[in-house]
């Protein structure tokens, strides 16, 4: 399965649409983002379980050389002294603290608990905005050092998106709508408490942020997410304001970013958050290890709501703790304080299909990372025949089928027919070649 990025699209998004030398560096990220959801669906890669003679969760770190073949080349195995590039060092050591996290605190071997090899690709493209976790590996970018500086730099970011390795191999929990914001959660959650384990932080101590060292100093913000304070993480010119709600009162029903993945997760972590913030001490040894039950227990389901998480937390909390446990009454103030005591919340828009035949296509795109969103209508007339051919028979055929399964951090494209035909949601890695680079040529 290939994973999004950390930056949500809706910031690629909103930097690939301004008037600044930016714009086409965050464009190329995008069309690097499509392209590589194809590729690795194409691919065989498998787990990798630790090789003869390794050690469990066996770290190697490629060079892509700012080439998009990965992996590249090997530049650092496990065990061997540190080279001279930052970034090699930076991945080699995230790799080792998440794993050593999971390891010490929750007895898990390595990502897939069965001791899987964890490999990296640093150098990614030029100026690449992004760093994702697909088919069994981490891949990183360099950023554009404009607004973002290299990916390898936080420790968060780089735990975030092995937990989503954690998540894939555990609950498979649907990246879609609810399930898909939990999945995010989730990755910032435990991206969030191994940065704490490394720095033996109380949750009193810790920030609360995940991908502070990735903005530039240009950037008038803290972080890409605020934990203990959604909607507070940034408010730049170029970024715009940081759009996460922090109650089920401002929960957003959108199609774009696969249902509000990267959105509505703010939710669930202001909830873990305030959870472990009111329990005291640390975090990893208190509220953690219940949300770790849930994740890897045999109760939750792929498309779990918010209100059935929290159900399962507070249930989890009590079989770990009891029923009176400060522990225990911080799960339920976190879950409270969002507006989740028992209240289950909006549920996932269905989008509703027709039969095409109008002459024009509005293309959506949302999601990613940095949750964008990027927009541009179509005149069909206008296309090269062949093309034209090509759109109208995919939405032909796309439109009895349920959407495929979204990846976290990859982009999804919402496609309407005018004046009054159908819409369809499709992920990215779901798109034909010719359509994908039909849709990237548009909206670039």
């Excluded at 998440?98 to 490999?119: E, K, P």
Aim: glycine share 10%; net charge negative; aromatic share 8%.
């Amino acid at each position: 399965m290939t994973y999004p990025g950390i930056i949500p699209p809706y910031l690629l998004d909103q930097l690939a649409s301004l008037d600044d030398p930016i714009s086409g560096t965050a464009a190329d990220t995008l069309r690097h983002d499509q392209l590589r959801a194809q590729r690795f669906r194409q691919a065989t890669a498998r787990p990798s379980p630790a090789a003869p003679g390794r050690s469990p969760g066996a770290r190697t770190i490629h060079d892509a050389q700012h080439g998009t073949t990965l992996p590249g080349v090997v530049v650092r195995r496990e065990g061997e002294p540190a080279t001279s590039d930052d970034a090699v060092t930076e991945a080699y050591d995230g790799f080792g603290a998440t794993r050593d996290y999971f390891r010490t605190v929750h007895g898990r071997d390595s990502i897939d608990g069965r001791g899987m090899a964890l490999i990296g690709t640093v150098h990614y493209g030029k100026s690449y905005d992004n760093a994702f976790w697909g088919d069994h590996q981490m891949v990183f970018g360099d950023g554009d050092g404009v607004i973002f500086e290299r990916f390898t730099r936080s420790l968060d970011v780089i735990a975030h998106e092995l937990t989503h390795g954690v998540t894939e191999s555990t609950a498979a929990l649907v990246y879609e709508g609810q399930a898909g914001a939990l999945n995010e959660s989730i990755s910032d959650v435990f991206g969030s408490l191994v940065k704490q384990y490394q720095l033996q932080q109380s949750a009193d101590q810790a920030d609360w942020l995940v991908g502070a060292d990735l903005l530039s100093a240009t950037v008038k913000g803290r972080a890409l997410r605020d934990l203990l304070r959604p909607g507070t993480a940034y408010d730049d010119p170029r970024l715009g304001r940081d759009p996460q709600p922090d109650h089920m009162d401002g929960f957003i029903t959108t199609d774009d970013d696969n249902g509000g993945a990267h959105l509505n997760s703010g939710i669930p972590n202001r909830a873990f958050a305030v959870a472990a913030t009111t329990a005291g001490g640390r975090a990893w040894e208190t509220v953690g290890p219940v949300w770790y039950d849930v994740l890897t227990g045999d109760q939750i389901q792929a498309r779990c709501d918010f209100a059935t998480f929290a159900q399962l937390t507070r249930a989890a909390a009590v079989a770990r703790y009891g029923a009176d446990h400060p522990v225990t009454r911080a799960v339920e103030q976190g879950w409270a304080t969002v507006g989740l005591a028992g209240d289950a919340g909006p549920a996932h828009p269905v989008p509703q299909r027709t039969t095409p035949g109008q002459t024009t296509v509005t293309i959506r795109r949302s999601g990613g990372l940095a949750g964008t969103t990027r927009e541009v209508t179509v005149d069909v007339a206008d296309l090269p025949p062949a093309l034209a051919t090509e759109l109208t028979g995919y939405l032909q055929q796309a439109r009895p089928q349920e959407p495929a399964a979204a990846r976290p951090d990859a982009f999804s494209y919402q496609l309407t027919w005018h004046p009054d035909g159908p819409d369809l949601r499709v992920p990215e890695h779901d798109l034909p070649d010719p359509v994908r680079q039909l849709i990237s040529d548009a909206l670039g």
